[in-house]
């Protein structure tokens, strides 16, 4: 049974991200892509994930797609400024060439759980991002410090100008 859930939520998955590419107007994209995050929160919460699934719903569906659905319809874009996506029968063929080799990989590729996956318990997030990736944490943080004051420089740059 939680097959079948897997791969009808993953279905979903897949129309509602196809969806966000394809679609011309940039409300329906952004909304769309609010979709495609709640049904991949979903599919955290099918992998004992929850303390993920939540962040996921309350800070990208919630926090930062309504930003964006926000900014989307106060830049009142239209299908006339925005270029046109065409899809060329080389473009396809790389795309099925790229998705058949994925699907060789993870075909060949065993199996293995992450360790903050085993419960999605909050304290074994906790343990293991402090202490066994605390590096990589401070390394995005800083990383994220740069770009919010590089971001800060720029528009101060282009309002000056």
């Known amino acids: 049974m939680e097959h079948i859930l897997f791969y009808v939520i993953s279905g979903l998955a897949i129309i509602s991200a196809l969806s966000v590419i394809l679609n011309k107007n940039p409300v329906y994209s952004a909304l769309s892509l609010v979709g495609f995050l709640f049904v991949q929160a979903i599919l955290f919460v099918l992998l004992k994930a929850y303390f993920i699934a939540i962040v996921q719903v309350l800070v990208y569906t919630g926090a ?11 830049m009142k ?4 400024l925005l270029p046109r996506i065409r899809l060329r029968p080389f473009s396809l063929f790389l795309a099925g060439l790229f998705a058949s080799y994925l699907f060789y990989i993870f075909s060949k590729t065993p199996t ?32 994220l410090l740069v ?15």
Do not use: C, Q, W
């Open 147 to 161: 770009a919010m004051v590089g971001a800060v420089v720029l528009n101060r740059k282009s309002k000056h100008e």
């Open 77 to 80: 874009l239209n299908e006339e």
């Open 64 to 74: 930062i797609m309504v930003l964006f659905v926000y900014v989307v319809m106060v």
């Open 112 to 143: 293995f759980s992450h360790p903050v996956l085993k419960t999605g318990d909050i304290s074994e997030i906790g343990e293991l991002l402090f202490s066994k990736y605390v590096l990589p944490f401070e390394v995005i943080s800083l990383l």
